[in-house]
């Protein structure tokens, strides 16, 4: 007798080793994203640094003004890179929590009510941080621009 056919909308049935690599997967993926925004935010912090001590020693325009719109587009590609891998994280979350039964509890027994993807810092690291920074670079650059003489 034949095995019954899986309903069409059902994942399909991974073996253990298909689920551990998936769960290998997920879990590098997630290391990156972290990883990535802890180098920005260093390479960040460095470029703050430069402006503190250039600006002390003597602040002119003509280093700034580069300097600053050179952070500013670092932050904004930052916030691109980590928005679009953080989707990208959601998304084999999702997989693996429909791999993973055990996983996808854990996550429903502690997501916030409205949220399911059990990354709930994740977002806010992927948006507000990049955009944290660049308003620091967009406020010093305006403070060069109309700083006194």
């Not at 080793?17 to 960040?44: C, I, K, P, T």
Request: aromatic content about 12%; glycine content about 4%.
């Amino acid at each position: 007798m034949a095995a019954p056919a899986p309903a069409p909308d059902a994942p399909p049935v991974l073996s253990s080793e298909e689920v551990n690599r998936l769960w290998q997967h997920g879990m590098h993926e997630e290391r990156l994203f972290h990883d990535r925004l802890n180098y920005f935010s260093a390479v960040e912090a460095g470029l703050l640094g430069v402006f503190a001590i250039l600006y002390h020693k003597e602040p002119a325009l003509g280093v700034f003004v580069p300097l600053t719109a050179v952070a500013l587009a670092f932050a904004l590609l930052w916030l691109r890179v980590q928005v679009r891998h953080w989707r990208y994280c959601v998304h084999v979350h999702a997989r693996i929590r429909s791999f993973v039964p055990e996983y996808a509890r854990t996550v429903a027994a502690f997501a916030a009510p409205g949220r399911t993807d059990g990354l709930s810092i994740a977002r806010p690291l992927a948006f507000a941080v990049p955009l944290l920074f660049a308003a620091v670079w967009v406020a010093l650059f305006v403070w060069v621009l109309v700083r006194p003489s």
